[in-house]
């Protein structure tokens, strides 16, 4: 069995693959509340795989109302070294069509609304986010893409915006001046949280719709989005698919960026002023630091 859990969260038309072996659903408990949903423990051609619906099955969560430090918590929990993250979203550039994939490298984060750190009032933490993408991940998910047939940009700025409302035109054109490529709402904080959790992140945005900027295809419709959004779907079972096909002849080693190992340079708490109850809190996402 190779050291690879991948955790991927994203829609439930994923859990559909052929091939997928020692299938359960489990629920795990964390302290700050409840995640989307169980969580699917499987495996495919020897690779550990937890899958998380984001939305719930069935969609039954607002971006707004997903408890993202839930989530993280609980993929640590299940055991993840590594998060895919597979994302409907907007495009903010005319190269960037509906049914394009594009490997993010950036976040521009415009959400207000959400708790967007494990480190609260008790135990302050600050990881660096320059670089918020696994690059070895995220090369490896655009090749496994790619060799799917499916077009593949590479490197780009994901815009997360607050939601559930599209955005207006005069937003739209803004995020297009500040040189954003695509809008979403569930990136953020999901990206920090997962670097405070030490768990090396890669988003592959699926290009739904042109957001409303363009001046050829209108308004955002939901109907129109759901029907790219059922194609998508099929290409990102083929691209997880492929992927575990690479990542289970390539052996895993620690991430060259030093994801794992971030808070080791992030605490500035005293140790005599931490928190207990925060500490304990901590205990999956910093455990290897604070024990």
């Given at each position: 069995m190779?050291d690879w859990?991948?955790g991927?969260?994203?829609?439930s038309?994923?859990?559909?693959?052929?091939?997928l072996e020692?299938t359960?659903?489990?629920k795990?408990?964390?302290?700050?509340?409840e995640p989307?949903d169980e969580?699917?423990?499987?495996?495919l051609?020897?690779i550990?795989?937890?899958?998380?619906?984001?939305?719930?099955?069935g969609?039954?969560l607002s971006?707004?109302?997903?408890?993202?430090?839930?989530?993280i918590?609980a993929?640590k929990?299940?055991?993840?070294?590594?998060?895919?993250?597979?994302s409907?979203v907007?495009?903010l550039?005319?190269?960037y069509k509906?049914g394009?994939?594009?490997?993010?490298?950036q976040f521009?984060?415009?959400t207000?609304?959400?708790?967007?750190s494990f480190?609260?009032?008790g135990m302050?933490a600050?990881?660096?986010?320059a670089d918020?993408?696994?690059?070895?991940?995220?090369?490896?998910?655009g090749?496994?893409a790619q060799?799917?047939g499916i077009?593949?940009?590479?490197?780009?700025?994901y815009?997360?915006?607050?939601g559930?409302?599209f955005?207006?035109?005069a937003?739209?054109l803004m995020?297009?001046q500040?040189?954003?490529?695509v809008?979403?709402?569930?990136?953020?904080?999901?990206?920090?949280l997962?670097?405070?959790?030490?768990?090396?992140y890669?988003?592959v945005?699926?290009?739904t719709d042109f957001?409303?900027?363009?001046?050829?295809?209108?308004n955002?419709?939901?109907?129109?989005?759901?029907?790219v959004?059922m194609g998508?779907?099929d290409?990102?079972?083929?691209?997880?698919q492929?992927?575990?096909?690479s990542l289970?002849?390539?052996?895993?080693?620690?991430?060259?960026?030093?994801?794992?190992?971030?808070?080791?340079?992030?605490?500035i708490?005293s140790?005599?002023?931490?928190?207990?109850k925060?500490?304990?809190k901590l205990?999956a996402v910093?455990g290897?630091v604070?024990?």
């Amino acid at each position: 069995m190779s050291d690879w859990v991948l955790g991927i969260i994203g829609g439930s038309g994923l859990y559909d693959m052929d091939g997928l072996e020692n299938t359960q659903w489990i629920k795990i408990d964390t302290p700050w509340g409840e995640p989307s949903d169980e969580i699917l423990f499987a495996e495919l051609s020897g690779i550990k795989l937890r899958f998380l619906p984001r939305h719930g099955r069935g969609h039954v969560l607002s971006p707004s109302g997903l408890n993202y430090r839930a989530n993280i918590d609980a993929m640590k929990r299940a055991g993840c070294t590594d998060i895919l993250s597979l994302s409907a979203v907007g495009s903010l550039k005319e190269e960037y069509k509906p049914g394009d994939f594009l490997m993010v490298d950036q976040f521009i984060d415009r959400t207000f609304a959400r708790e967007k750190s494990f480190f609260t009032n008790g135990m302050t933490a600050h990881v660096s986010m320059a670089d918020p993408i696994c690059e070895r991940l995220s090369n490896l998910a655009g090749d496994a893409a790619q060799s799917a047939g499916i077009e593949v940009h590479r490197g780009g700025t994901y815009l997360a915006m607050e939601g559930p409302q599209f955005s207006t035109r005069a937003e739209s054109l803004m995020y297009r001046q500040w040189g954003c490529d695509v809008i979403g709402m569930t990136n953020m904080p999901e990206a920090k949280l997962a670097r405070e959790a030490e768990l090396p992140y890669a988003t592959v945005a699926m290009v739904t719709d042109f957001d409303c900027w363009h001046p050829d295809h209108g308004n955002v419709d939901v109907a129109q989005v759901i029907e790219v959004l059922m194609g998508n779907a099929d290409k990102a079972r083929q691209t997880v698919q492929r992927l575990i096909e690479s990542l289970a002849q390539t052996p895993r080693t620690s991430c060259p960026q030093g994801i794992e190992t971030c808070l080791d340079v992030a605490m500035i708490t005293s140790p005599d002023k931490r928190d207990p109850k925060l500490i304990a809190k901590l205990d999956a996402v910093a455990g290897r630091v604070l024990s």
